[in-house]
T-cell receptor
Framework: DQQVKQNSPSLSVQEGRISILNCDYT??????FLWYKKYPAEGPTFLIS?????DKNEDGRFTVFLNKSAKHLSLHIVPSQPGDSAVYFC????????????FGTGTRLTIIP | KAGVTQTPRYLIKTRGQQVTLSCSPI?????VSWYQQTPGQGLQFLFE???????NKGNFPGRFSGRQFSNSRSEMNVSTLELGDSALYLC????????????FGQGTRLTVV
């Protein structure tokens, strides 16, 4: 039962354009969402997060949008740079200080120079 | 501040053997979680420890176990290794409070032959 889904295994985007990575979830008890970036042979690194009380959070080139009614979130990267090529994981955390993260299966983003 | 440290980085074991992986969290972090990453499966939650107590457990067989010490360092053990246990094992630490993010180590690449 995949509670967090990233339906696009891969995405290719031209350098300088916008990259949009999508994530859907099924558990309405999730109240905090995170995006992680992962390079091969390294652990995931935290990118940006959003609480369920917000619908948008920005940090430099990265913006996360949350649509609670659709149980959907997206990560926008503008402008895309070659160093952004990596696997991106969406993750969700439940209520009550539960530290367990439920991850999606990841989207491999390739930025084409 | 030093990051999350996992040892060893790489490990090759034979089917039927057992293995112990180690994780030292960020100083001051009391929560340590373990994840298994395999191709196509994303990151699967194994378990989470807080103050030496297991708070959460994922859907893995009893061959997978862990513990946390008083200094928050954690170990996970896999007994009777199977070929399918070959994966990248990631440890993440986090502090309490909201919002929080989990900080990951570089992982231990386990290969079972």
């Amino acid at each position: 039962d995949q509670q967090v889904k990233q339906n696009s295994p891969s995405l290719s985007v031209q350098e300088g354009r916008i990259s949009i990575l999508n994530c859907d979830y099924t558990n309405s008890m999730f109240d905090y969402f995170l995006w992680y970036k992962k390079y091969p042979a390294e652990g995931p690194t935290f990118l940006i997060s959003i609480s369920s009380i917000k619908d948008k959070n920005e940090d430099g080139r990265f913006t996360v949008f949350l649509n609670k009614s659709a149980k959907h979130l997206s990560l926008h990267i503008v402008p895309s740079q070659p160093g952004d090529s990596a696997v991106y994981f969406c993750a969700a955390r439940g209520l009550g200080g539960n530290e367990k993260l439920t991850f999606g299966t990841g989207t491999r983003l390739t930025i084409i120079p | 501040k030093a990051g999350v440290t996992q040892t060893p980085r790489y490990l090759i074991k034979t089917r039927g053997q057992q293995v112990t992986l180690s994780c030292s969290p960020i100083s001051g972090h009391r929560s340590v979680s373990w994840y298994q990453q395999t191709p196509g499966q994303g990151l699967q939650f194994l378990f989470e420890y807080f103050s030496e107590t297991q708070r959460n457990k994922g859907n893995f067989p009893g061959r997978f176990s862990g513990r946390q010490f008083s200094n928050s360092r954690s170990e996970m053990n896999v007994s009777t290794l199977e070929l399918g246990d070959s994966a990248l094992y990631l440890c993440a630490s986090s502090s309490l409070g909201a919002p929080t993010e989990a900080f990951f180590g570089q992982g231990t690449r386990l290969t079972v032959v």
